[in-house]
């Protein structure tokens, strides 16, 4: 065998390196690479418990949001598909082309003098669910008028001359309307 082969391994047999060798070298310091090391089960886990983090804050933002939902929104859609449910007023062929009057949306006079009562029973966004739930009203024999405050229509029924009468009033008045109360005259 000849002895040609491997020298590089032996110390007699390396040659000194220039300065130009050395030089690159300084250069070419080469870094070791990053590795991490992490048995799949770790991994699963670290995966399993960002995304059970994601379904928690996802989950409280749903109840954040449903606390802020106001509860006129609310109030809104239910009465709008009961305002959709209640008969509407057919009318004759001779009164299709006659406009509809409609009524001044302030309270009756009487009911502004001092020292009556009214109840006031739902408010609405909408004019036209507030007028119809005063027409069902009137149709039942009820003294009722909308009041407008801002943009809402204030339903209310009244010109009671005494609490008690109010009060007799509400009781019934209190079957249908949850939460109607008693005011002093119709501001």
């Known amino acids: 065998m000849s002895n040609e082969y491997q020298k590089e391994l032996f110390d007699e047999f390396k040659q000194g390196k220039g300065k ?7 250069i070419n310091v080469k870094r070791k690479k990053l590795y991490i090391h992490a048995p799949l089960e770790n991994a ?3 995966v399993i418990i960002v995304v059970m983090c994601i379904i928690v804050a996802f989950a409280l933002g749903v109840e954040r949001g449903k606390r802020f939902t106001s509860l006129e929104t609310r109030e809104e859609s239910a009465v709008f598909k ?3 449910t209640t008969p509407q007023i057919k009318l004759s062929p001779i009164e299709i082309g006659k406009p509809e009057a ?26 036209s669910i507030a007028e119809a739930e005063k027409n ?8 009722a ?5 801002g943009n809402w229509y204030q ?19 209190e079957k249908e309307y949850k939460g109607s109360f008693i005011r002093k005259g119709a501001d």
Request: aromatic content about 8%; charged content about 25%.
């Open 20 to 26: 130009f060798e050395k030089i690159v070298d300084k």
């Open 44 to 46: 699963v886990f670290t």
């Open 82 to 84: 009961e305002a959709v």
């Open 102 to 127: 409609k009524e001044p949306v302030t309270a009756p006079k009487a009911a502004s003098a001092p020292g009556l009562y009214t109840i006031q029973l739902i408010s609405y966004k909408q004019e």
């Open 136 to 143: 069902k009203l009137l149709n039942k024999n009820v003294n």
């Open 145 to 149: 008028y909308i009041i407008r405050s």
């Open 155 to 173: 339903v209310c029924a009244g010109g009671y001359g005494t609490m008690e009468k109010a009060k007799a009033a509400l009781l019934e008045l």
